[in-house]
């Protein structure tokens, strides 16, 4: 039954995302301004036609622009993650990404930045394109995991996001999520639609910190709160 539960969500929501996803670029190009303000509906539409429901704790912190950090547990956390952000975001994306139709075009319109973690140069030349970006007047949405879970637990936290926090002055805004590897885990095809909770922290000052004293308080908040 729940192999048969998960084509239908799938169905259902492949659908939703090809039909309404071109309608949507296509009032983003003719009208930018409204750009987030419909792009945080559609991800919570996705959510729901994967079955799913959100329950977001916390405030965004106004009037402030942060490097974002959220765990990696499932490609939900593309829908998940922007339910609860405010104001202009872009984010830190694998270069693999920007394949996907529509999802790509997407992505460009966020400004998102492709890295290629293969290629160290690339990846180099990427987060000095997010500096750019974040100092104009965006969060910059990152997974510093760079991968997702395959077991629930926490993975390494690469240092390229702390590096753009510390290099711009910015403070990190942990990001956490529970539920999603229960939904959808790399390693399993069927869906078990639940609850995803979202909680969002206090922000990690950075201010006369090293970059491992930011992944070591980072590190912390997620496995106290995941």
């Keep these: 039954m729940n192999k048969i539960i998960s084509i239908f969500l799938y169905i259902r929501s492949c659908l939703t995302f090809v039909l309404i996803g071109p309608i949507l670029l296509l009032v983003l190009f003719v009208y930018p301004a409204a750009t987030y303000s419909l792009i945080r509906p559609f991800c919570k539409l996705m959510i729901y036609m994967f079955g799913c429901k959100i329950n977001i704790q916390g405030k965004f912190p106004p009037n ?3 490097v974002i950090m959220a765990n990696h547990s499932s490609f939900l956390d593309v829908f998940a993650v922007p339910c609860a952000l405010k104001g202009k975001y872009s984010a830190i994306a694998a270069a693999k990404n920007f394949k996907i139709p529509i999802f790509s075009i997407f992505l460009k319109k966020l400004k998102t930045i492709s890295i290629d973690r293969s290629n160290k140069h690339q990846a180099i030349g990427g987060i000095n394109q997010a500096e750019k970006v974040l100092q104009s007047g965006y969060h910059i949405v990152i997974l510093p995991e760079g991968t997702r879970t395959t077991n629930g637990k926490l993975g390494k936290l690469k240092k390229g996001g702390f590096h753009l926090a510390k290099n711009t002055s910015a403070n990190i805004l942990p990001i956490i999520t529970r539920g ?19 909680n969002i922290g206090e922000p990690i000052y950075t201010q006369g910190k090293t970059i491992d004293d930011l992944i070591h308080e980072t590190e912390n908040i997620f496995l106290n709160n995941i």
Excluded: A, E, M, V
């Excluded at 999603?180 to 979202?198: E, Q, Y």
């Design 64 to 66: 402030q622009h942060f």
């Design 180 to 198: 999603l590897f229960n939904i959808k885990p790399k390693n399993r095809w069927t869906l078990k639609p639940g609850l995803i909770s979202i």
